[in-house]
C-alpha cells in the first residue's frame, strides 16, 4: 500500500506560516506596548524616591522648583504613555482576533489530517489483515494438498490465471478470460 499523503499539506503549511505571521506582528504590537508600560513604572519609581528624599536646609528654592517641574513633567508624560497604550487597544484585539481566526483554519486543517490518516491507517490495516487471511488460507490448502497426494505434484490443483478485465462489465455467467479473448479476437479479425 502507498505510503499515507496529505493532498492538503501545502495549504496546511501556509495556513501555519500565516498564523505565525500574525503571531509575530502582535508580538511586535504587544512588545510596544510592554515598553511604554515600563516607562512608565519607571518614570513612577523616580516620583517616588524624588517625593520620598528630604532636601537639605542649604537647598535653595530654585532646586525644589526645578525638582517639582521635573516631577510635573514625568507626570505628564506618563499621561502620553497612558494614551498611547489606550490608542494600541483596538490594534492589538484586531491582531488577537486575527490570530484566533488563523488557528482555527490551521486547526481545521489539522483535523482534517487527522482523520485522513486514521482512514488510511483503518484501510492500510484491513488489507493486512485481508493479506494475512488470503496467506494463511494458501497455506492450509496447500498443507492439506500435501497431506493428501504427498510429494505428487501431477495431482496438484492447477494454478489458475485470471485476466484483469478493466471496466468491461459482464454478466456472472460471463467467464473474464472467455471476454478478453472474444476483445482479442475482434481487435484483430479486422
Not at 506560516?17 to 502582535?26: A, T, V
Not at 517641574?69 to 490608542?87: V, W
Not at 489539522?110 to 484501510?123: G, S, V
Request: proline share 2%; hydrophobic share 30%.
Amino acid at each position: 500500500m502507498k505510503r499515507f499523503r496529505f493532498r492538503l499539506e501545502p495549504v496546511l503549511r501556509l495556513k501555519k506560516i500565516q498564523e505565525d505571521q500574525k503571531l509575530k506582528e502582535l508580538s511586535e504590537l504587544v512588545a510596544q506596548v510592554n515598553v511604554r508600560k515600563s516607562e512608565i513604572d519607571g518614570n513612577e519609581e523616580r516620583i517616588r524616591t524624588l517625593s520620598s528624599t528630604e532636601l537639605a536646609g542649604a537647598t535653595d528654592l530654585r532646586e525644589y522648583s526645578y525638582l517639582q517641574t521635573y516631577m510635573r513633567q514625568l507626570l505628564t508624560r506618563n499621561t502620553e504613555l497612558e494614551s498611547e497604550i489606550r490608542s494600541f487597544d483596538e490594534p492589538v484585539e484586531k491582531k488577537r482576533s486575527e490570530v484566533s481566526e488563523a488557528r482555527k483554519e490551521k486547526k481545521v486543517l489539522e483535523l482534517l489530517k487527522e482523520n485522513r490518516l486514521k482512514d488510511y491507517m483503518h484501510a492500510y490495516h484491513k488489507a493486512e489483515r485481508t493479506r494475512a487471511e488470503e496467506q494463511f488460507l494458501v497455506d492450509l490448502f496447500r498443507k492439506q494438498r500435501e497431506e493428501t497426494y504427498g510429494d505428487d505434484r501431477s495431482k496438484r490443483d492447477p494454478k489458475v490465471f485470471t485476466y484483469d478485465t478493466g471496466s468491461v462489465e459482464r454478466s456472472g455467467a460471463e467467464d473474464a478470460g472467455l471476454s478478453e479473448l472474444r476483445k482479442l479476437y475482434e481487435r484483430y479479425k479486422k
